[in-house]
């Protein structure tokens, strides 16, 4: 029989999407199940999206340019102006998604065995797209005690090999919801100048900063122009998913040239997604501040529930719609599984990711989930009633 690849072998499973068949059996079963493993919101995407997919009357389906519709990256980069990030149409291209900007812009800068430092616990598919490229994940640990900050620069310096080209961050995170600082960024400045690195910055959930904090844009830090690479997409921002529109950013001329020749390679990014994605810049501010009040309550309706739970830690994020919880559990990959397989209330269960997936360090997140606060409020306070039923019951429950 003909055998798997090397790295079929070694591609993780995704931990958000890996218990989905148990999922299915338990609906299969009539149990309702509450899903916070997994971004999805149920926010309405805005209304001009679906208006413009209704006025398309094409001809003919063609390809894009390789790059994106021109027309969106105009448009593109006027947004960001608003955000007094000056970026011109030659330094962005559009990619099917977030995940091909991150994939595109890592075989763009690093070969088979060059090295990312990365904070974990860190958004699950880095590690999928690492392996697919060949490169190796340097982690350093982020503490659920101090909310997840970025660790000491320290730590970074001390895993910089011959091998090491870059540096991530997800600002906000993701799964933790921190929110790095300014002064957190321009101290990964330094040693990215340092040691003449690249610098990925995930910006996807940008919009999302709560009690009165400002996103700082890695892209407004002067000295870092031939170093920043930034990805960002319309998926949570807009809560459009489905459409799988990303981009990547950078000023660096050779990243955007090298970056193009794979975007070509794919023909071009999709074309419905993209005029969606372009309607959906003229959404007035008044629909953010309606979301981020939204979030806000799911988010403290979370954080004080489950720290009310008996052995529960809940860190109050600061941005996104994520956060890592530590639960006094042995193994949450089990305790997960269990919660589909052989646990209900009131013919009810709940859906997390577990946190094991999140780390690149084997052992870690063992006893953590990483909840996704993408329901309404009602929904989740019975989530959060399921899960304080189900840490009662469950066999591994750490004392």
Not at 122 to 146: M, R, W
Not at 222 to 232: A, K, P, T
Not at 277 to 298: H, M, N, P, Q, W
Not at 333 to 362: H, I, R
Request: proline residues 6%; glycine residues 6%; hydrophobic residues 40%.
């Amino acid at each position: 029989m003909p055998t798997i690849s090397h790295k079929g072998r070694a591609m993780p499973a995704s931990p958000i999407r890996k218990l989905v068949p148990y999922a299915e059996k338990a609906k299969q079963q009539g149990k309702k199940v509450y899903h916070l493993n997994i971004g999805q919101p149920d926010i309405e995407t805005p209304p001009q999206v679906f208006d413009a997919m209704r006025k398309i009357n094409f001809k003919v389906l063609e390809y894009s340019h390789s790059a994106g519709i021109e027309s969106y990256r105009r448009k593109l980069a006027a947004y960001y102006k608003r955000y007094d990030i000056d970026i011109s149409l030659s330094e962005l291209l559009i990619t099917t998604g977030g995940s091909e900007a991150i994939t595109f812009g890592i075989m763009a800068t690093m070969d088979a065995g060059d090295e990312i430092i990365i904070p974990e616990p860190f958004y699950a598919n880095y590690n999928g797209f690492t392996v697919a490229a060949g490169v190796v994940i340097k982690p350093i640990t982020a503490k659920i005690e101090n909310g997840f900050a970025l660790p000491p620069i320290a730590e970074f310096k001390r895993l910089i090999t011959p091998r090491t080209r870059a540096i991530m961050i997800c600002n906000p995170n993701n799964p933790t919801g921190y929110l790095y600082s300014k002064e957190e960024l321009e101290q990964l400045k330094d040693i990215v100048l340092e040691h003449d690195l690249f610098l990925f910055v995930d910006e996807v959930y940008r919009d999302f900063c709560y009690d009165g904090k400002k996103h700082f844009s890695v892209l407004n830090i002067s000295g870092l122009e031939e170093h920043v690479i930034v990805i960002d997409s319309v998926s949570k921002r807009f809560s459009m998913c489905g459409a799988r529109v990303g981009n990547l950013i950078s000023r660096n001329r050779n990243v955007i040239d090298a970056v193009l020749k794979f975007a070509q390679a794919r023909l071009s990014p999709p074309t419905f997604g993209q005029i969606a994605a372009e309607a959906a810049l003229d959404v007035s501010a008044d629909y953010f501040t309606g979301v981020k009040a939204e979030y806000i309550s799911r988010r403290n309706l979370m954080v004080e529930t489950m720290n009310q739970i008996p052995g529960v830690l809940c860190p109050n994020p600061g941005g996104a719609f994520y956060t890592i919880a530590r639960l006094p559990i042995d193994d949450s990959d089990q305790f997960c599984q269990w919660l589909l397989e052989s646990f209900s209330y009131n013919n009810e269960t709940v859906m997390l990711a577990p946190a094991t997936g999140f780390y690149a360090t084997k052992g870690l997140g063992l006893d953590e989930v990483r909840i996704a606060y993408v329901l309404n409020n009602n929904d989740m306070q019975k989530a959060f009633e399921c899960l304080d039923k189900a840490l009662v019951e469950y066999p591994g429950r750490k004392l």
